[in-house]
């Protein structure tokens, strides 16, 4: 009895797995075009934050803090792409705070130093856990 129970219920699903039905295949959750819109959009955005890092790095604010923590913004910049979309957007916002802002919290050239640190110490953290670092210099 076991046997036949198994056999009926083998058969419906070798049949669906053989001749699968054409709708279903073309039926998910989220479309193709909406897949690439959001993947083009978070495109975008990724350009935009990368774009206002390089821009804070190369700005006399940014500059300024490099000189305070040693550290070379062309090396900062050349692995800024090395960031995850959630590190350079979170990078990216705190830069445009303080760009918009730098009063706010502590002083202009403290919270610079800070953030600029945070830049770098969050590439290097990357690096580090991607095993990317080929400069011996760093």
Same mark, same amino acid.
């Given at each position: 009895?076991?046997?036949?129970?198994?056999?009926?219920?083998?058969?419906?699903?070798?049949?669906?797995?053989?001749?699968?039905?054409?709708?279903?295949?073309? /039926?998910?959750?989220? $479309? @193709?075009?909406?897949?690439?819109?959001?993947? @083009?959009?978070?495109?975008?955005?990724?350009?935009? /934050?990368?774009?206002?890092?390089?821009?804070?790095?190369?700005?006399?604010?940014?500059?300024? &803090?490099?000189?305070?923590?040693?550290? /070379?913004?062309?090396?900062?910049?050349?692995?800024? &792409?090395?960031? $995850?979309?959630?590190?350079?957007?979170?990078?990216?916002?705190?830069?445009? &705070?303080?760009?918009?802002?730098?009063?706010?919290?502590?002083?202009?050239?403290?919270?610079? &130093?800070?953030?600029?640190?945070?830049?770098?110490?969050?590439?290097?953290?990357?690096?580090?856990?991607? @095993?990317?670092?080929?400069?011996?210099?760093?």
């Amino acid at each position: 009895m076991l046997r036949r129970v198994s056999q009926l219920l083998v058969a419906p699903l070798v049949l669906a797995l053989v001749f699968p039905v054409p709708t279903l295949a073309a /039926d998910h959750v989220v $479309s @193709g075009a909406d897949v690439s819109a959001r993947l @083009g959009e978070a495109a975008v955005a990724r350009q935009a /934050d990368l774009a206002d890092l390089n821009a804070f790095l190369v700005s006399p604010v940014g500059l300024q &803090a490099a000189r305070v923590v040693a550290a /070379d913004t062309a090396k900062l910049q050349a692995r800024l &792409a090395h960031l $995850s979309d959630i590190e350079a957007r979170d990078l990216a916002g705190r830069a445009r &705070a303080l760009t918009a802002d730098p009063a706010s919290g502590l002083s202009g050239g403290a919270t610079v &130093a800070i953030v600029l640190g945070g830049v770098a110490l969050t590439v290097l953290a990357v690096w580090l856990f991607y @095993g990317i670092v080929q400069d011996p210099e760093l």
